[in-house]
Nanobody
Framework: QVQLVESGGGLVQPGGSLRLSCAAS????????MGWYRQAPGKQRESVAS???????NYADSVKGRFTISRDDAKNTVYLQMNSLKPEDTAVYYC?????????WGKGTLVTVSS
């Protein structure tokens, strides 16, 4: 079993920055990919960014150039640095991990971008 706990969400003004963290615990070994999704009110969950064990990364077009995903395997943690935040970035942000063919989700952290 794998557990994920997100942190770092909160209220930020447009143009501001936040750094989200997601710590994985449990049976973490071998190769695995991690990612961030978000779900805004009334909308479907969408992929934001992902990162593989060899540090290959992908981003949604809407966040390219503003968000950066990174990972620290010694801590089993993935990060999402979010800069130049916009009101449309407001959502619950979820992290996930794909490990040994299994997908696990965290419970999410709320990011609100508002003046």
């Amino acid at each position: 079993q794998v557990q994920l706990v997100e942190s770092g969400g909160g209220l930020v003004q447009p143009g501001g920055s936040l750094r989200l963290s997601c710590a994985a615990s449990g049976s973490i070994f071998g190769l695995y990919a991690m990612g961030w999704y978000r779900q805004a009110p009334g909308k479907q969950r969408e992929s934001v960014a992902s990162i593989t064990s060899d540090l290959g990364s992908n981003y949604a077009d809407s966040v390219k150039g503003r968000f950066t995903i990174s990972r620290d395997d010694a801590k089993n943690t993935v990060y999402l640095q979010m800069n130049s935040l916009k009101p449309e970035d407001t959502a619950v942000y979820y992290c996930n991990i794909v490990i040994r063919g299994m997908l696990y989700w965290g419970k999410g952290t709320l990011v609100t971008v508002s003046s």
